[in-house]
């Protein structure tokens, strides 16, 4: 099938090459040109395990190409819109103004029967009114959320837990496209809900909100555990041995950051506000709440632990990305801890294996180095993104830079026994 994907930035650039080794001539579209030069050549803009591989061996099949020009889209039968949603200058609803502008420059180029595949996490409501423009046109609108996982993107998107599709009704054109694009995964078994657009829109905020629900839960219990001399990782493992709560996303720490999941809850309770039931939701304010709180936290650990006053200590920081496996820094709780230690008068060097260039960029006031630089002369070190490298860290190695023996691990990764028995005050979250 020939296929367009427009908006090439995360989402879009892994499913372009995800869809193209599935055998699809797949043309990617974007309105930043730097970014389509850069895919053009197989470099990916941005880190994620797999990627350049994939692009570089599906750009040399002549199945995957590139352009900046929406006329592009023109020769494709199916159209992908994966552009940004990213939360409004109101700091709560999503701004669709990328959504609305993309499918505006496709309508002149569909032709009756194409098929209009939105992908962006968006509130519900968008697609039914979406689909009123696209039908003008002869063409039909269906909605498929994503699900996949930075650091996991091109398995998520060949392999995922499932396929969503929200159609019109009595639409069977739609159905029939995606089943064709996606007919591998789904003869390899992958389960399939077709629905309405309301409830596909309303799959993906929820899947967000219940997995932001999840992490907030377990730093809750951190907090009553930091209070009451418990252990928030034996009671993660407790619990999570009951299949009906598992133990995944029950990892406390510093919590949870990125492009989405913050975004989306916040955008969830605005759309359910507008809808008259913000109440019913009111539960996830708590949850950013929660979230945030396990930032001050780590501020606050470490200057009790720095005497009572951060300044001018040398604080080395471990990990800047939101998560391992990527060198994204939207809303990453590591960044934002990091700044905040600068801020307060700390001499911070913080360090990434992947996520440094895009921090810097962001902060230049902030230090940045190698995890050699770091750790010299450092007071204390704070790990706050999980990568494996600081996992197995050598704490007696680590010993001999630094100047201090002091250690907080933001993401309850280290192994407390190991740092504490080679002399070093270890503190995690949620557990004494
Ligand atoms: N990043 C992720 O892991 C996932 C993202 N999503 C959702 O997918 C959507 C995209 O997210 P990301 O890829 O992370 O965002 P992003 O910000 O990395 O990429 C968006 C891209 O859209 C392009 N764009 C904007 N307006 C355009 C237009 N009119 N025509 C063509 N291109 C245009 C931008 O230049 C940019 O490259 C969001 O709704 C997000 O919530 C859903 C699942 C996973
Ligand atoms: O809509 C999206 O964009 C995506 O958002 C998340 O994926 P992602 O943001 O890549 O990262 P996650 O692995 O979900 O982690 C999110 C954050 O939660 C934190 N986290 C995760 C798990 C945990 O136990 N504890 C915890 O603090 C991570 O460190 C990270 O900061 C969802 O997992 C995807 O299913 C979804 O498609």
């Known amino acids: 099938m020939r296929l367009s994907v427009i908006g090439c930035g995360y989402l879009g650039a892994v ?52 352009s900046s020009d929406i006329a592009a889209a023109a020769d494709a039968t199916v159209h992908f819109v994966a552009v940004g949603t990213p939360q409004s ?20 180029h569909l032709t009756p029967g194409d098929v209009v595949v939105g992908k962006s996490t968006v509130p519900v409501g968008t697609a039914a009114r979406l689909a009123e423009k696209v039908s003008a046109t002869g063409a039909v609108l269906a909605w ?13 998107t060949l392999t995922p837990d499932r396929l969503v599709y929200g159609v019109a009704p009595g ?7 995606l089943d064709e694009v996606y007919a591998t995964p789904l003869a390899g078994g992958i389960p399939l809900i077709v629905t309405d657009y309301a409830t596909a829109e309303l799959v993906k ?11 907030s839960f377990i730093n809750a219990m951190a907090e009553v555990a930091e209070v009451s001399g418990a252990d928030v990782t034996s009671l993660a493992d407790a619990i999570g041995h009951d299949a009906r709560i598992g133990r995944r996303f029950l990892n406390a ?4 950051g990125g492009g989405c999941l913050p975004k989306d809850i916040r955008a969830f309770q605005a759309r359910a506000t507008e809808l008259g039931v913000g109440d019913s939701v009111r539960f996830l304010t708590e949850v950013d709440k929660i979230n945030l709180r396990r930032r001050d936290r780590v501020v606050d650990l470490a200057t009790e632990l720095l005497g009572g006053d951060v300044t001018g200590k040398r604080i080395a920081v471990l990990g800047l990305a939101f998560k391992p496996n990527s060198d994204d820094i939207r809303d990453s709780p590591a960044l934002d801890i990091t700044v905040r230690l600068h801020e307060a008068g700390a001499a911070v060097v913080a360090t990434d294996p992947e996520a440094v260039a895009n921090a810097r ?3 230049p006031e902030v230090g940045f180095g190698t995890t050699t630089e770091a750790l010299a002369g450092a007071d204390i070190v704070i790990l706050l993104t999980e990568w494996s490298e600081y996992r197995e860290l050598d704490p007696t190695v680590v010993a001999e830079a630094t100047a201090g023996r002091i250690v907080i691990d933001g993401r309850n990764t280290l192994d407390a026994a190991r740092w504490r028995a080679a002399g070093w005050t270890y503190r995690g979250l949620g557990r004494s």
Not at 145 to 154: N, S, Y
Not at 171 to 177: E, T
Not at 205 to 215: C, E, G, P, Q, S
């Open 144 to 156: 498929n959320p994503e699900f996949l996982r930075e650091g996991f993107a091109i398995q998520d």
């Open 171 to 177: 639409d069977d054109v739609a159905k029939a496209a």
């Open 15 to 66: 499913h372009a090459a995800a869809m193209s080794s599935l055998g699809h001539s797949v043309v990617g579209i974007d309105v930043d040109e730097s970014k389509i030069e850069a895919l053009g050549r197989g470099a990916a803009p941005f880190f994620e395990p797999g990627l350049p591989e994939l692009l570089s061996q599906e750009i040399a099949t002549g199945r995957l190409t590139f």
């Open 253 to 256: 720490g510093v919590g949870f």
């Open 89 to 108: 200058a109101d700091g709560l609803s999503a701004d669709l103004r990328f959504v609305d502008a993309a499918i505006d420059a496709l309508l002149p």
């Open 361 to 363: 960029r962001r902060h």
């Open 205 to 215: 905020v929820a899947a967000n909100a219940f997995l932001a629900t999840k992490i």
